[in-house]
């Protein structure tokens, strides 16, 4: 059912459950969400920034048939990247969850209502943004706010990413959204 909906060009997201969290959680979340500076990566030493070099290179002409202007790829590309990294996750993990929630389409709107890339449910923009659902089109609040919301998955199971994942698409214990989106990662596993 999964793959038809990816096919039809559908949004895919589940349904993410407004769960109750603890303030220093909802503090957390919302330091993370509300800094809007754009993406500057920083690089502890010249290897890091070879390495992101290098990812950039690779994961280029895979996104190319789904996102053919080079500056907008470039940009989406070095926007989940340095999401991805502030918040402890893989970058391919990232796109993979990206291709099975939203098909790479920005202003995806799943039959739940989850918004943009990630799919990001309106609610968190009132629990830990400023409610305007609105700004969940725009690149990098959406994969901030998505990045964010599954790091703290993450943490809430312990670090078991499939019950995570699972999570974030409010699936948790069912396996077919967490093994397409391990699946869809290894399309975007970077090997230097």
Aim: contains cysteine.
């Amino acid at each position: 059912m999964l793959l038809g909906l990816m096919l039809a060009g559908e949004a895919a997201a589940g349904n993410q459950k407004e769960e109750a969290l603890s303030h220093s959680v909802r503090v957390a979340l919302s330091r993370a969400i509300a800094d809007s500076r754009p993406p500057k990566p920083q690089f502890a030493n010249i290897a890091d920034r070879i390495h992101y070099l290098h990812w950039l290179g690779e994961m280029s002409p895979r996104l190319k048939k789904r996102v053919p202007d080079f500056q907008s790829r470039l940009d989406f590309l070095r926007t989940v990247w340095y999401e991805a990294k502030r918040a402890g996750l893989d970058p391919g993990m990232v796109l993979g969850l990206i291709q099975v929630e939203s098909g790479f389409r920005k202003y995806a709107v799943s039959p739940v209502g989850a918004h943009g890339y990630m799919q990001v449910m309106p609610f968190w923009t009132r629990v830990i943004g400023d409610g305007n659902r609105s700004k969940l089109f725009n690149m990098q609040t959406n994969l901030r706010y998505g990045c964010s919301i599954l790091r703290m998955y993450i943490d809430m199971e312990k670090g078991d990413l499939f019950l995570a994942l699972g999570r974030y698409n409010g699936s948790r214990g069912q396996k077919e959204y967490p093994n397409a989106v391990l699946a869809a990662w290894k399309q975007w596993e970077f090997k230097p």
